[in-house]
Structures are given as C-alpha cells and as structure tokens.
C-alpha cells in the first residue's frame, strides 16, 4: 500500500488484526484519518501537525476522556458538516442512537449513518457513539468484520 498520502502511519490499540492509523494533513488542518488493515508499517510524523495529532492520539488512548484541541478542516457537505459538529458534542462514554441525532438536526437516521460512514477523522469525530436503535449500527460503512471490532473497542476504551 502507498503510505505516501499520509504525513504520519501509527499503530493503534485496537482489536486483531493489527490496525495503523494514516494520519492527513493540508497545509496546517488536520483532514483524514483512515484505518490501514493491510501489512503496512508505521511512518513517523514528517511535520509538526503530525506530531501533535500523534501525540493527542495516544493521549486519548490512554485516557478516553481527553479532549481533543486540533485545528481541523472537516471537508464534507454543509449536512455533513452538521451532523460531525453534533458528533463532537456527545461526551466521551455516551451513546446516541442515529435517530436521536437526526431529531436533533431535522433529519432521518438514514442520513446521519451516512454522514457517519463519511467522517474523514474518525476518534475525532467520534462517530462511534453513535449506534441504532436495537443494538450497535454500522461503523465507518461496515455492519461486520474489523471495522465493527474497532467501534466495540472505542465503546468499551470510552466507559471503562
């Protein structure tokens, strides 16, 4: 996998398989985070930024209340947008069910979840505590697998 997009790779605490975490910054903002499932290794931070996102990463590992302080450019559509800010706001260790965040914005669950699967900083955005009505939803657009196991892990970090 070409790592070259990313200005940091770091490993995270997650679940096997083993998860990195590619790290996107645009000029000063953070953009992207992705998850790499594939054998890849870590990459060290190459800009400042870089080394600040790392850093207030493994601070939020380590303790699932910190509160992240990073300049961001959420790079979506003004509903997207919407929908990431009211993520924002849901404290570390709550849940929110997508209907609920939908009645909050004047919407359907629908379209939050898909405004979920689109969340360009997941752990940031923590699209994670937002779950269905009759058990734990989606996470970043898989209902199974690895991405699943990820989302159960944040969930079980944030109310331990």
């Known amino acids: ?3 070259g997009r990313y200005q940091a790779v770091i490993e995270a605490p997650f679940p096997r398989p083993s998860c990195l975490l590619g790290i996107q910054i645009d000029d000063e903002s953070l953009v992207g985070i992705d998850y790499i499932f594939s054998g890849s290794e870590p990459l060290a931070p190459d ?11 493994g601070n939020y590992f380590e303790n699932a209340g910190y509160r992240f302080d990073l300049p961001v450019e959420l790079r979506g559509t003004p509903f997207q947008r919407r929908v990431w800010q009211a993520l924002v706001s849901i404290p570390a260790g709550e849940r929110c069910t997508y209907g609920a965040v939908a009645e909050l914005l004047t919407s359907s669950p629908r379209a939050v979840g898909n405004a979920c699967r689109s969340n360009p900083l997941p752990v940031i955005v923590p699209c ?3 779950v269905s ?8 657009g898989h209902t199974s697998g690895r991405n699943l196991s990820v989302k159960r892990w944040l969930l079980a970090h944030e109310t331990d």
């Open 133 to 140: 009505a009759s058990g734990l939803g989606g996470y970043a």
């Open 47 to 57: 800009t400042s930024l870089a080394k600040e996102v790392v850093a207030q990463l």
């Open 1 to 3: 996998m070409d790592l």
């Open 128 to 130: 994670h505590r937002v």
